[in-house]
């Protein structure tokens, strides 16, 4: 049974309206900085900015972090809106889940900065972050929400079939990995998402990939070669019109041989894990997240 918390949040969200693909970039990274500013970062996770490869970012340090443990995290905002900043709460309350310090990037976004940016910027990222004093790649996961999460997963099939050093996890939070948007929960799940719509995510696929194709492995990681890809985690709402995202990834991943676990949860929303302060599914979702990550990361 769904929480009180969800049930306000819900009725919020759907008194704002749902047409978020009718506001202008500018609108959308103000509302959505309005939202998340309600959810302030623990105050007990120290944050210092630092330039990761030319990329700018922030550790996240938080108390009792297990030496040597290292996460990358990569925020979602459907490539057009978000940041380290935005997003600091929920990278922060994965770090103390994990006991790991956390690298949140701050990658560019479109439509100022097109594809494949973002992902240039997530190779960078990771490139700087392994070659840092104490980190090593079996000691490191990447996680990310959203656009952020198929961000991951992109950059860890395109790294696998480089041959690079490879994490040893990856956390992904209602994970958009198809820019081709051909899941069936797009439309079949529309009148009961109050968050997420399929002409939104068109408008916004539009802006990051410009003339790029959408099939491309490295903006919609549903179409790489997933072969080699470290353990990975899905959570996914059943309301979401994303679903059909992370159960197509979870079939391909397991048919290329990865370690997958797909968690469906009952009444969820799209990337209710930003809601944690005030969400009591969003604690527990982190909190599993956290316990999966900590139990790759040694």
Known sequence: MASRELTLILSALKARGNDRAG???????????????????????????????????EWLLPPGAEPGRTLLFFHGGAYVLGSSRTHRD??????????????????RLAPEHPFPAAFEDALLSYRWLVHQPGVEASRLALAGDSAGAGLALAALAWLGRAGEPAASAVA????????????????TLAAVDPVIQEPYLRKTAALYLGSADPYDP??????????????TLLQVGSCETLLDDSRRFAERARAAGVEVELEIWPEMLHGWQLYARLLPEGREAIARAGRFLAQRLG
């Open 23 to 57: 506001q202008s970039v500018a609108e959308s990274r103000r509302d959505f900085a309005a939202i998340v500013r309600l959810c302030p970062a623990p105050p007990e996770v120290t944050v210092e900015a630092v330039d990761a490869g030319g990329v700018p970012a």
């Open 90 to 107: 929920l990278a922060a309350r994965l770090a103390l889940e994990a006991r790991a310090r956390t690298l949140s990037v701050d990658y």
């Open 172 to 187: 992904c939070l209602s994970p958009w990995v198809d820019l081709a948007g051909e899941g069936d929960s797009l439309k």
């Open 218 to 231: 490295r903006a919609s990681p549903l179409h790489a070669e997933l072969a080699g890809l470290p353990p």
